[in-house]
């Protein structure tokens, strides 16, 4: 019998003749070497701090906690190192590749200029194996950021780490910190993640952990390959959430059963930074017997909302204080329509206790999950009002079978980036032509959604549709893709070009 998966395109130019056109499986477009001129050296100007550090990219063991695995990272420790750097700082950052491969590094969500923005073929050369490139920006804004590998699938090995801009005006309302990674971990146990991209394309033998979850046989008299909607659609409300069955789930890097425990006093005002790193995982994450206080989303301010539990797509970051109490707390990373089970633990210790079982389950998970897209900017957020001087569309487009998506109707490579210019208000009308969630991710810009809410990455779950608003202040080729580490490689990226 003919299996139609039920994340088919339902709508849009997507059909039979991209789907063909693109059955080769588009890889990371390639370049030629030496398209791209050196970014210029930037000079500090007077007063202005540096950050300088090397990151060698390098094939590394690394224990997860008791379980050691062979993987591609920054060092020997998940997520790599910490970078850390004041608003208005000039950051100097060395990615030294020691990989077979070739790498470059991006900065995701940093307002920086295009030349250091790490996309290959789009803003750099890749960097080749043994050689070096020096990435020199200036981070604008204050906030919690992360960066990683722009080549290939290399995000969903070891090569990612949080990057947090300081604010020089913060008003420091806590008492401690807390940087909370999380990720979703299969290299090294037996498969790289492009044995799993070869198992999804079923370009290769293996079955790749690829997740058999659900794709339907057509029903009778259902003549059209569509889904109508009467079959289960996976958790609400991010319908199917995600391509691959993953081994481990990580929270700074430890896997459940050797959590990473924080300490702090009771009483004490603590930020968490949460970044989703993962390539294939939503996480609803919750601190057990805690309330979460979410104050910023992307690294921009919201009006404070009190959420039991939050969801975090890829690419996404929450802020959030958490007054704690006296004990020890499970901080859980639930993925979401992961029906293998497993998740991400950490420990919030401010007194006496045991540390919880790996299996901890947390009540605050039972109730509402906090949406972040239905938070609030705070006013120093907004936007200026102006009008809109440009709209263009954007839909994200594909399928599980072939495993192919896409963006207005073709894959990177085959799609035509969208064009704007300089000094325009620009809005962006995303929409999510799918059956599955996508995390979309737009480079060098931080897009209001239309509640003002300033997002680099937006959830977007299927059929949904946003206006994402912006100002072409930022001259560059930028990317715009799916976060999805898997459907951004085989395609669900295009491009904003515009000129000075
Ligand atoms: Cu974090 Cu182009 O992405
Ligand atoms: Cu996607």
């Keep these: 019998m003919k299996r139609i998966s039920r994340r088919t395109a339902i709508t849009g130019g997507f059909g039979a003749a991209a789907l063909t056109l693109a059955a080769c499986g588009n890889r990371t477009v390639p370049t030629e070497a030496g398209t791209f001129t050196p970014a210029p050296t930037l000079t500090p100007k007077a007063g202005q701090n540096v950050v300088t550090q090397t990151l060698t990219a390098a094939p590394a063991k690394v224990d997860l906690g008791g379980k050691t695995v062979s993987t ?88 990612y780490a949080p990057l947090i801009i300081d604010d020089p005006d913060e008003p420091g309302d806590y008492d401690a910190e807390w940087i909370v990674t999380l990720d979703d971990w299969i290299d090294g146990t037996g498969q790289t993640p ?22 339907m046989p057509m029903g009778e008299g259902s003549s059209d390959g569509m889904d109508h909607g009467e079959m289960p659609m996976g958790d609400e409300p991010w319908g199917d959430a995600g391509d691959v069955a993953y081994p481990h789930f990580l929270i700074n890097g430890r896997i459940p059963e050797a959590p990473e425990i924080f300490e702090a006093k009771p009483g004490q005002r603590v930020r968490l930074r949460l970044i989703n790193a ?112 440009t709209e263009l569309e954007l839909a994200l487009q594909g399928s599980m079978e072939p495993y192919q998506w896409a963006i207005n109707g073709a894959p990177f490579g085959q799609n035509t ?41 937006v959830m977007m779950a299927p059929m949904e549709s946003f206006a994402l608003d912006f100002d072409a202040d930022n001259p560059g080729r930028w990317a715009a893709h799916c976060h999805n580490a898997y459907h951004q490689e085989v395609g669900m990226m295009t491009g904003i070009d515009y000129a000075s």
Excluded at 79 to 95: F, S, V
Excluded at 194 to 215: F, K
């Design 72 to 159: 591609w990272a920054y060092g020997e420790s998940l997520p790599g190192p910490l970078i850390r750097a004041t608003a208005g700082d000039l950051l100097r950052i060395t990615l030294e590749n020691r990989l077979p491969d070739a790498s470059t590094i991006h900065w995701h969500g940093i307002r920086l200029h295009n030349a250091a923005d790490g996309v290959p073929g789009m803003t750099q050369d890749p960097v080749e194996p043994d050689t070096s490139f020096t990435y020199e920006f200036v981070a604008p804004d204050p906030g919690t950021y992360f960066f990683h590998s722009h080549v290939g699938l290399q995000l969903d090995r070891g090569l």
């Design 194 to 215: 492009d044995d799993v991209l070869a198992g999804l394309t079923g370009a290769g033998a293996s079955d790749g952990g690829g997740m058999d979850h659900g794709d």
């Design 278 to 389: 993962s390539a294939d995982t939503i996480f609803a994450l919750a601190l057990g017997d805690h309330v979460l206080s979410v104050t910023h989303s992307d690294g921009f301010p919201v009006e404070p909302v009190n959420a039991k539990a939050v969801y975090l797509g890829m690419g996404e970051r929450y802020d959030v204080i958490v007054t704690v109490k006296d004990g020890m707390f499970p901080l859980v990373a639930r993925p979401v329509g992961k029906p293998d089970g497993g998740q991400g633990l950490a420990v919030l210790k401010t007194g006496a206790g045991d540390v919880p079982a790996p299996d901890i389950q947390v009540r605050e998970l039972d109730g509402e999950i906090l949406i972040g897209s239905t938070l609030e900017p705070a006013e120093a957020a907004r936007l200026e009002d102006r009008t809109v001087d």
């Design 417 to 457: 980036p969208l064009s704007i210019r300089e000094g325009q208000r620009v809005r962006i009308i995303a929409t999510n032509q799918t059956m599955m969630s996508h995390p979309l991710h737009v480079h060098g810009h931080t897009f209001a959604l239309p509640s003002g809410l300033r997002k680099d990455t």
